[in-house]
């Protein structure tokens, strides 16, 4: 339920969003994420492909994000390899990143 607003939880209302994310943008990742220190925390994840878990600690530096908020690249890239410094970033050994979205709290 998007349109109401009545969750009860942040878990709720992350959940919501990233199935809503899901059904319209047709990504089969969305995340919501922290870093802290090294560590790059999935809060939540609507997977469908990826065997990416709610929970999972990956290594910070070697995300998009973490080259995006470092570097000068955009922010949405309908197709990841043809960044450079994103086709090369570590994650993608891990994990295959097609497109790439990034937006974070104002």
Not at 3 to 26: M, P, R
Not at 27 to 55: A, P
């Amino acid at each position: 339920m998007i349109n109401g607003f009545n969750y009860k939880s942040f878990e709720e209302a992350g959940q919501a969003v990233l199935h809503y994310l899901h059904a319209h943008l047709g990504f089969n990742l969305w995340m919501i994420t922290r870093v802290e220190g090294k560590n790059w925390i999935i809060l939540q994840c609507e997977d469908h492909g990826y065997n990416v878990k709610q929970g999972q600690v990956l290594n910070w530096t070697d995300t998009l994000c973490s080259q995006m908020v470092t570097e000068t690249v955009p922010r949405i890239v309908p197709r990841s390899r043809d960044i450079p410094l994103y086709a090369n970033a570590p994650i993608n050994k891990q994990v295959n990143i097609e497109a790439y979205y990034w937006s974070a709290p104002a």
